[in-house]
């Protein structure tokens, strides 16, 4: 009696063993595939332009690798591929490395949002690619069933939820989120055109020329003095932009 009772408690523990084993092996790849953000953009169908930013800038490879260490989690507002058709041709070209990563880090916010939690986010919302200055933020507004977001110089609503499994959600967009800091009203970054002939200085004051050839000169060592994460990074992506990744479209 007492031995079939011991057999009894052995196997049924030696199966309890095997069972939780096997759930630890049936759960692991599910988990892998989980919060993979190429493969939910892809499997949405309509976000080859920005899967292809998120690539060429490699913000896509930093997302992945924040998901891992990430307590907050994150949030991304993905554009459609319509979305890039509809901005004026060559708004992407027209941007520096650093700038190309600068906007696709706009559309990444440092927490995971559901759709209901948006309305504890208090404006301006920080993005991934904001500094110590407050730049590059966005302002939600919502409602129990509405979410909406600007960045002053787009405002477009949040649509259907791409995925929402805790460490990331994934939201449609129909719009690209231009950032005010790269579109907005300010008089444009002068452009890197032809560096003006070598003409004698005006008298006394610098010419237009000089101001312009001056501060494209100045760009990177001021992005690389961004003493934040964001600006590491940026920096960093700029520098694997600069060795040629310049052609998005
Ligand atoms: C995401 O999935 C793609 C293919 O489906 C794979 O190549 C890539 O390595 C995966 N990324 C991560 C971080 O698991
Ligand atoms: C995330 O963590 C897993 C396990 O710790 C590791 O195998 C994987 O390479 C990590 N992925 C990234 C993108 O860091
Ligand atoms: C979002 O924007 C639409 C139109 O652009 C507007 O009708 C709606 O009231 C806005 N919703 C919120 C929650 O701000
Ligand atoms: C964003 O919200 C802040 C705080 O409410 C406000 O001061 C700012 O003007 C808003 N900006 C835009 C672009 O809506």
């Avoid at 309890?16 to 939910?40: E, H, K, M, R, V």
């Avoid at 970054?189 to 005006?202: D, H, I, L, R, Y």
């Amino acid at each position: 009696m007492a031995s079939s009772t011991h057999l009894f408690l052995l196997a049924a523990t030696f199966s309890a063993i095997i069972g939780i084993a096997a759930a630890a092996t049936a759960a692991a790849p599910s988990a892998a595939g989980l919060n993979n953000l190429t493969d939910i953009l892809t499997k949405g169908g309509q976000y080859n332009t920005f899967i292809r930013l998120l690539k060429s800038t490699q913000v896509g490879q930093q997302i992945q690798s924040q998901l891992n260490n990430s307590f907050n989690g994150l949030t991304i507002f993905a554009p459609t591929d319509n979305a890039f058709n509809n901005l004026k041709a060559g708004t992407l070209n027209g941007l520096s490395a650093q700038d190309q990563v600068n906007l696709v880090l706009s559309h990444v916010l440092p927490r995971f949002y559901s759709l209901s939690t948006f309305q504890t986010a208090s404006n301006p919302v920080s993005t991934q690619a904001s500094g110590p200055g407050g730049v590059y933020t966005v302002n939600v507004s919502s409602t129990t069933n509405q979410v909406n977001v600007t960045t002053g110089v787009v405002e477009t609503q949040v649509n259907n939820a791409l995925d929402t499994n805790f460490p990331l959600a994934v939201y449609s967009v129909d719009k690209v989120l231009l950032p005010t800091e790269l579109f907005g009203p300010k008089p444009p970054e002068a452009a890197p055109v032809a560096v003006a002939p070598s003409k004698p200085p005006a008298k006394g004051r610098p010419t237009k020329g000089d101001t312009a050839a001056q501060s494209v000169a100045e760009a990177p060592a001021d992005a690389a003095s961004h003493p934040s994460s964001a600006g590491r990074l940026m920096a960093g992506a700029a520098v694997v932009g600069f060795l040629g990744i310049v052609s998005i479209l």
